[in-house]
């Protein structure tokens, strides 16, 4: 229904929330037409959350408005055109913007051309247009469209706005950003990737990892490496051969080089030292030798990420301008890196990356041995392009499946035990004697792939969702690893053997039970384990209420021998080790 007489527009678009309906079409249209341009675009963004529907209105609009409201319904035909990219909506307006590209009024043709570069159409139009425009906010608008075009033909085009109107700094900014972007994409599959044999000798590198599982990883690496822990999540480490060899750590996240700076840089660092420190370590003699061991054209293909959180877009763009003119091999490519240089303005920016990095994200530190100002700014470059193939077994996945990575912790925090009871008989009937592994609550498989790569056992993995079997039965397959899956409640399946291993990543309350149903879920698993679990054998799994789950275990005859707290990506839990001596 029509709003009543004495609706107040102003009040309601300055209010964000503010959800305009059908009927509002025409007044909003008017409101367009207000000397006060912020509440003008208000009634703009308001008439853009209707979508396309508005579009009828707005072209029936055009040929009665005056010049200045036509420009504004230019725009938001633009706006409109965009939301609905590659749709009917948009084609239709197509023909709109070409006419109005040719309109006499010039705000008028600024508004096209800026719709035009937003869909990415009429290249040949606009390039025209930048020969026969003269006037500054024109060639403004026609930078800022062509630089949009993922069309290297337009190159040329910004080349000659440039020319026309040199001492417009923000023309001179507009045609700098549009020819890096158009640079890189000129230059796309002109590199050779990285060398996934790449060999480096005496380079610092950085190994990530959960916080809480430092001494897992620091266990799997190679002495050669005079690996150490640096700070939570972080290995610090020396190369000594083949790059590749470091994925044999199935704990570790993924690995990075710390760029060291030539000289400190105080905190807060303004832009203009950001700006220049980056510079310098990307072009440093450090960077170039990195370069050239991943790739024999020695080019470095990167996009920056700043650790602190956004995307310091102006500054992004100075920083890769001024590096490509020093070294033109080096090309700023958000979307086709093989290399990301991650900015950490603070110790504790890194400590957030961390976090995130533990929920499976990618994550990036800095490596004391290159002796970067942790009060300042530190630098790491990532090689994001090297293939990690160590879990390519994961075929099939689920919302709550652990990550491989912690797979792999429960994997080597278990250990192999021992291969036979200490009466030398065989724990398992017509088995050989060895390992009987049981995974309660299976999910995906990745703890029984993870524990196989150790050593043979007898595989045993029980779930409640065949869902969740049907995807544990692909990976294991993938991975070569024979298992016997069942669709059972844990608290009830019993093995036909003795279980020397339980290695398990338990359903979590924030993932997919409540905390009250977690409860007696795990004190009924616990005491049915004691019934289940040859002497001596092994519980390992990890806890979101480790004290909870202590007294369960202890109550059931398991003694608590490992416990580390984990950062689970948004929440702590703990990895929790039981030995089993019977029931008291």
């Known amino acids: 229904m029509p709003r009543a007489a004495d609706f107040d527009w102003a009040k309601a678009l300055a209010d964000p929330g503010f959800l305009p309906a059908r009927s509002d079409v025409e007044p909003l249209l008017s409101e367009l037409t207000s000397t006060d341009r912020k509440h003008a675009r208000r009634a703009e963004k308001a008439l853009a959350r209707l979508g396309v529907s508005v579009v009828d209105e707005v072209r029936a609009r055009l040929d009665s408005a005056s010049l200045t409201e036509r420009a504004r319904l230019v725009r938001l035909a633009g706006r409109l055109a965009r939301a609905e990219l590659g749709g009917d909506a948009a084609e239709a307006l197509r023909a709109l913007f070409v006419a109005e590209a040719k ?31 003269s006037r500054p906010e024109l060639l403004r608008a026609l930078a800022a469209a062509l630089g949009k075009f993922d069309d290297e033909r337009a190159l040329p085009g910004l080349e000659s706005l440039a020319a026309r109107a040199p001492a417009d700094p923000e023309l001179t900014r507009l045609v700098r950003e549009g020819t890096t972007k158009l640079t890189r994409i000129a230059t796309r599959g002109h590199t050779d990737g990285l060398d996934l044999g790449a060999r480096l000798a005496g380079v610092a590198v950085w190994l990530h990892v959960r916080r809480g599982l430092e001494e897992v990883l620091l266990d ?78 020695g080019g470095l293909r990167y996009r920056i990420e700043w650790a602190g959180g956004g995307r310091r877009r102006s500054l992004t763009m100075r920083v890769a301008d001024a590096v490509t003119r020093l070294c033109p091999k ?52 990532w090689p994001r392009g090297l293939a990690d193939r160590r879990f390519e077994y994961r075929v099939a996945d689920l919302p709550a499946a652990s990550h491989p990575t912690l797979a792999a912790a429960l994997a080597r925090v278990a250990g192999l035990g021992s291969q036979t009871p200490a009466d030398g008989t065989s724990w398992a009937r017509g088995v050989s004697a060895g390992e009987v592994v049981w995974d309660p609550f299976v999910g995906s498989g990745s703890e029984l792939v993870e524990r196989a790569r150790l050593g043979p056992a007898t595989f045993i993995g029980t779930d409640i969702d065949p869902t969740a079997l049907a995807a544990a039965r692909k990976n294991l397959t993938a991975a070569g690893v024979a298992a016997e899956l069942v669709l059972s409640d844990a608290r009830r399946f019993t093995p036909k053997s003795p279980v020397t291993l339980v290695i398990t990543n338990p359903p979590m309350g924030r993932r997919v039970l409540g905390l009250g149903e977690l409860g007696p879920l795990f004190s009924e698993l616990f005491a049915h384990a004691a019934k289940v679990m040859a002497p001596r054998g092994r519980f390992v799994w990890l806890s979101p209420f480790p004290a909870d789950t202590e007294r369960m275990a202890r ?17 702590w839990a703990e990895l929790q080790r039981f030995e089993f001596e019977g029931c008291r």
Not at 105 to 122: H, I, P, S, T, Y
Not at 349 to 361: F, I, K, L, V, Y
Not at 555 to 566: M, P, T, W
């Open 555 to 571: 109550e059931n005859g398991f003694v608590l021998s490992y416990q580390r707290r984990i950062d689970m990506g948004g929440f």
């Open 103 to 133: 309109h006499d009024d010039a705000g008028v043709r600024r508004q096209a051309f800026v719709a035009l570069g937003g869909l990415g159409v009429e290249l040949e139009l606009l390039l025209a247009s930048a020969q026969s425009e």
């Open 220 to 297: 799997e690496l190679p002495r050669a490496l005079g690996a150490r822990i640096d700070a939570p999540g972080r290995i610090a480490a020396t190369l000594r051969g083949e790059v590749n060899s470091l994925w044999s750590a199935r704990t570790m996240l993924r690995f990075g080089f710390p760029i060291a700076l030539s000289e400190p840089v105080a905190e807060p660092a303004s832009e203009s030292a950001l700006e220049s420190t980056i510079v310098r370590a990307l072009t440093s003699s450090e960077v170039a030798r990195l370069a050239t061991s991943f790739s024999a054209r």
């Open 330 to 381: 080096f090309v700023n490519d958000p979307r086709g890196a093989d290399w990301e240089l991650v900015v950490y303005e603070s110790s504790g920016a890194g400590d957030a990356r961390s976090r995130r990095a533990a929920a499976g994200t990618r994550s990036a530190s800095v490596n004391a041995a290159a002796t970067p100002n942790l009060s300042g700014i530190a630098l790491e470059l």
